[in-house]
């Protein structure tokens, strides 16, 4: 496995070096498969690099978190069964079909596809409803057509913004959300359109 990764990144480093950046978007693609799979094996060598630093013991503490995190699940259960509920109710009423029809004009002026819209509007309310819609935009178009890679892009640019408000603030007691949710959603925004820029760059 490790040799294969070495030998796939060591092609993909050639191809980088005799690209021209000028030429075409192949050079950013290329360059984004490395730093795909390298981010997670650096990442998880760097937090065991600080602990061992720290003199910390990294598989103990990620134990006590793990009982941690059991206790949390345990807790949000109630939070986590209303904002399901809240977003099967949000859909099948047809306010998604009035939301698209109302924001199809402004997305188009930034090239975003109407297809694409129901994911940004459903990704703040829920992440695992968000990936039924991309999974079904990759089914009809294709992963990699242009409209499911902007959906996977959207998707891992944005966050659960009002699920993260309605269940974990909840589960740790929570009440006075001040300006939570704003700046989540201008988070939320600017990947969408970040998004957009980035897949239009490189993939069209």
Not at 177 to 201: E, F, N, P, Q, W
């Amino acid at each position: 496995m490790t040799n294969s990764i070495a030998y796939a990144t060591t092609d993909t480093l050639q191809t980088i070096a005799q690209t021209n950046p000028a030429e075409s978007p192949s050079f950013f693609i290329t360059l984004m498969q490395v730093f795909s799979t390298w981010a997670i094996p650096v990442i998880i060598f760097l937090i065991l690099l600080l602990g061992w630093r720290k003199k910390v013991r990294v598989y103990e503490a990620f134990i006590d978190g793990a009982k941690e995190g059991f206790t949390v699940a345990i807790k949000i259960i109630p939070y986590l069964v209303a904002i399901l509920v809240a977003i099967g109710m949000f859909r099948a009423s047809g306010a998604m079909d009035v939301f698209v029809a109302l924001f199809s004009p402004l997305t188009n002026l930034i090239g975003m596809p109407a297809e694409t819209l129901p994911v940004a509007l459903i990704r703040p309310l829920s992440g695992s409803g968000a990936l039924g819609l991309v999974t079904e935009l990759m089914k009809i178009h294709g992963p990699d057509s242009f409209i499911g890679r902007l959906a996977s892009t959207m998707w891992g640019s944005t966050e659960t913004t009002f699920y993260v408000i309605a269940v974990y603030f909840g589960a740790v007691g929570v009440r006075r959300v001040r300006h939570s949710i704003a700046a989540g959603l201008v988070g939320d925004a600017v990947g969408l359109i970040t998004a957009v820029l980035i897949c239009r760059l490189v993939f069209s």
